[in-house]
Nanobody
Framework: VQLVESGGASVQAGGSLRLSCGFS????????MGWFRQAPGKEREAVAT???????SYADSVKGRFTISKDNAKNTLYLQMNSLKPEDTAMYYC???????????????????????WGQGTQVTVSS
């Protein structure tokens, strides 16, 4: 499984970025994908996930500002980030993993818990 992120950059607060993640090699027919981030000295956190049928989930800190989407024809995952804040500064990772069968407030909780395949990350730095 390969995931390659791109689009990270340094921007000023209030700006926008779009992250992309090309993926290949995952053979399961049902899967979740997500964006995670890790800032220095902090634990990795789930930013947004998307299930096969398009259901999305967002961290409270990014709701209304970030949008996750997926282009199945291009095997590419996106994260549109608007109204960026300095606290959004982190390494952003793309991930893919199983889609859970049982509803527990969503269908991507296994991936959100950290179990899946990961890319190398792309750095986002937001200055005030």
């Amino acid at each position: 499984v390969q995931l390659v992120e791109s689009g990270g950059a340094s921007v000023q607060a209030g700006g926008s970025l779009r992250l992309s993640c090309g993926f290949s090699g995952y053979t399961q027919s049902s899967y979740c994908m997500g964006w995670f981030r890790q800032a220095p000295g902090k634990e990795r956190e789930a930013v947004a996930t998307i299930a096969m049928f398009g259901r999305t989930s967002y961290a409270d800190s990014v709701k209304g500002r970030f949008t996750i989407s997926k282009d199945n024809a291009k095997n590419t995952l996106y994260l549109q980030m608007n109204s960026l804040k300095p606290e959004d500064t982190a390494m952003y990772y793309c991930a893919i993993g199983q889609q859970d069968r049982e509803w527990r407030g969503g269908y991507c909780y296994t991936l959100e818990g950290g179990s899946g395949y990961w890319g190398q990350g792309t750095q986002v730095t937001v200055s005030s």
